[in-house]
């Protein structure tokens, strides 16, 4: 049978922190070869501007579609998450052996002659009779590679164009994010990352993995139970049990062995502070008799936050937040403005999170459920609404 198919496989997108890699596999049709003007464009390709080659794209692809078409060719795209998977050298492989695949469908693969790849990875595809040739850098050959990359290079444009109007912030455009200083400028925090970057790649890695600490003032047990599900895949935290709030001293033990069961489960540690009521007395002086939520509430706030900012600024603890928002029973406004000011004060970071949210509050009633723990029937001190022994 006669060899006539010159195959050439090239990629876009390798380089890059991130977005997917597209390859493309193509050839021309030895039995109707494009006019020799088109060919000349395309083989001056080094002197393209971006309009010509969008130009030559579309030529490229309408060729393609003919009855007898002048173009064959195949694309294929391998997105960040493969290429997490298995490394981006296995997934540029992956990317050019599925688009050979789908140019195979359209040409007898008995009838390829040769087949050229751009870089020197020496990859093996099954699917051919024989190795490529692999080249490097600006030859002859390269110019008859670069016909199918530009297939694979205006088709990954195409595509950032779309993920420039999803993530504006990465400034796409002009940025192609060949992993500059400016570009690891910018993830600061985990919160820079998107979802069309290679975390696999050691500079995001590094982001992701960075576990700051946490220190996490813990009003009750149950109350600590899904935000320290959920936090500890993101912080590297310390609980922090002040709440000399509670009364009487058996309840308060009660609800100090919830605590500890809850860290146990978890696998948090944890500090304990000591029992002292005198504190949490003088902090309520003169408004005890206010109801819950107003002005004794928010001395009783007060003074377990002032503490736990305390300790985190001592031990040197970048972030601190509390449960107490968990409650559908508590101002979690009131709270939010003691943290603010303590975050002020103390040059910290407050987390102000409503651990409400998503169901928070009724998922720790299944996690004490499930788990044993004990759930208390009052806020905590004396002065509570429904404080037992009030009658
Ligand atoms: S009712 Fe609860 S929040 Fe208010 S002072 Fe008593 S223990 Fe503190």
Redesign the pocket.
Known sequence: MLKKYKIWIDEAGRWPWLWPVVACSMTFNPDNLPDKIFLDTINDSKKLTEKKRDEIFHKLIELSTWVNPQVFFGVWVVDNFLIDEINIKKANKEAMRRSLLELLRKINKEEIWSVLVDWNDNYIFEELEKKPIYVIGWDAKILEIWRASIIAKVFRDNLINTYSLIYPDLNLKNHKWYGKKKHSDYLVDKTKVTGIHRLSYKPIKKIIEKKEKLLLHVCCGPDATIPLVDFKQKYDITCFWYDP?IHPKEEYDKRLEAFRQVCEIENIPFIEWEYDTKTFFDA?KWVEKTP?KWE??NK??DFRMEKTAKLAKDLEIENFTTTLTISPHKDINKIFIIWQNLSNKYKLKFLDFDFKKNNWFLRSIDYCKLNNIYRQNY???V??DNYPLKK
Do not use: H, P
């Open positions: 709030n309520v819950e004794k509430c009783c706030y806020c905590g001190c002065y509570s």
